[in-house]
């Protein structure tokens, strides 16, 4: 079978790629070739690999020629980001939801040609879920929590899942979305992102950098590592409509941690020097964006696929560990004792 | 103040324009200038007003123009109808989803020449509910009930309310969306439209011919008048976003009424001759889409607002009754005694 990913290079993207090519098969049937569609050429190690064919440079300008291909399967997780979104509007509508719509519109001649409608898995976002006057948020938000996205970029993602829904009782495709909760320890720097700190107040003081905390340590969110996200998204590619629990969009499950939580793990696999570089400087701008933001999650959809979020904080810090070990970035780890 | 109507030909639009003829003003100003838009030409008495200017034409085509006249405010209405989405799903992407972003650029405008953002209300549709595998619909769906469209139409309804919300929070337009019930009773021929018998089961007997009711007698529906409509829209259009309760998309009133119900207050009005003029002949298309939609609703962020619904389907009857008397339509009402 064919398989396409849009942001095949990015950071989900590449480990998809990754847990694919090593499984070597999908809803039972072997993975022939793998597209990787991104912006930039994905890691070395995965174009080496005779199955992968990339494709470089913007969605899309690619759709038209992806529309020949006759995928089986696609997983949709090219997006530009939320900072992006606020800071050009037309951008994002062009990247999010005119993108997804040429690209659905690309799949259709699959199911046009006579063959199965070919299947899609979206990367949906919690940045659905807002506080709205009329509906303040539950402390966790559920798979049937009413959506009020807050920013633009949850605006497109709701919107795509509703598209996507509407594709899919057309039979034009076969399509799933699926919410990603904060996914942390994203390597590399501070990327400007409201929630970058999620990450950087555990990747910088393991790299023996101090970082800057901008909310209190009350705060409370919904995060995952990304093997487990990864894990969730094949999951829902896999799973029956019927076992799915239908079209609308699921959440993938969620470690739900304070701040404080998150800093205790840290101290708890890495030792108090390390959390000792970790200081709280307040940031009004970005505590007021993080205020609209769910402080937990819940996926009861997810758990009947068998899906589970990560044991703990802790777990997830290990995982960053052993991940930055098995790629040799002795860097990432050198304020590790 | 110059107010824009699109679909403003229409029967909903018609009325619209009227009532603010009627009433001169509308948030305390002035109406000098109503445009009309739509495909076709308004109703001749609403083209003689002074105020009046029609534009005829595709509204696609029209945004651009559309631009420049620096509308404070818009209810927008043109749509492609259920039925219309189902049989072309390009045409209803186009004419809902593309032609609505078009006119919130165009809008946009107002807000970037300096001038306070042009106020806008949608008329959203009871269509985004539906019943899901994961989440039936409860008996009554209310404000906060979620969303899950089983058409076209529902899908670009709610894509275009959150899309709204996303312009209005950005500051570009200052967007209200109004889930419109479904109105009752409709004058003119029968339509194809699955919902179209809601309407002829009171209509054709009161022109004294027979009509065939494709569902049970206990199917129930939230039904409005025009009348409580058009009083819904202006309401919307002059609340402030504190009033309403926020950006996210509210239910206007109904009555949920079944079918039976709907028929016993026919004869209470008109007799039983003309009750006796509806005959039950299942059609298991049209109650397979019907058994789908919402049996009732609920609206009480509207009735903060201080709106209401008919009293009874009798007072929706009456109403349509004293419509065809004003209008010298005698035909529409040969069948009563």
């Keep these: 079978m ?31 070739r793998l597209v990787l569609a991104d912006q930039v ?27 020949a291909d006759g995928f089986d399967g696609v997983f949709h997780l090219a997006s530009a980001v939320s900072g992006e979104c606020e800071a050009d509007f037309d951008l994002g509508l062009r990247s999010n939801l005119d993108t997804t719509r040429a690209l659905l519109d690309a799949l259709r001649g699959t199911a046009r040609a006579g063959r199965p409608p ?13 506080p709205d006057p009329s509906k303040p948020l539950p402390e966790q938000v559920g798979d049937d929590t009413l959506p009020a996205p807050k920013t633009s970029y949850g605006t497109h993602k709701l919107m795509c899942e509703h598209l996507i829904a509407d594709y899919s009782r057309k039979g034009f495709i076969d399509g799933r979305s699926a919410r990603l909760m904060t996914v942390t320890v994203r390597p590399g720097r501070p990327n400007g992102a409201a929630s970058s700190f999620f990450s950087g107040i555990v990747r910088e003081p393991l790299a023996g950098v101090e970082s800057i905390c901008p909310v ?30 239908g079209r609308l969009a699921l959440n ?11 800093l205790d793990a840290l101290e708890a696999v890495a030792g108090k020097a390390v959390r000792d570089r970790v200081r709280f400087v307040r940031d009004e701008t970005i505590a007021g964006i993080v205020a609209n933001w769910p402080r937990g999650a ?15 904080f802790q777990t997830i810090i290990r995982r960053y560990i052993d991940d930055c070990r098995a790629a040799g970035d002795d860097a990432a780890l050198k304020g590790l004792a």
């Design 2 to 32: 064919k398989i396409l990913i849009t942001g095949g290079a990015g950071f989900i993207g590449s480990r998809l790629a990754r847990a694919l090519l090593d499984r070597g098969s999908l809803a039972g049937h072997p993975i022939d």
């Design 41 to 67: 050429a994905p890691r070395a190690e995965l174009a080496a690999d005779g199955r992968v064919e990339t494709r470089v440079g913007v969605l899309a300008a690619q759709c038209e020629a992806l529309a």
């Design 118 to 130: 070919a299947r899609l898995v979206f990367s949906s976002s919690v940045a659905v879920f807002g």
């Design 216 to 245: 209190g340590p009350e705060v409370s969110h919904p995060l995952t590592s990304a093997a487990r996200t990864v894990e969730g998204l094949i999951a829902v590619y896999e799973a029956s409509i019927e076992a799915l629990g």
């Design 252 to 262: 993938l499950p969620a470690v739900n941690a304070t701040v404080a939580q998150m």
């Design 298 to 312: 819940t996926a009861a959809r997810a758990a009947r696929l068998g899906l589970r979020a990560d044991a703990d």
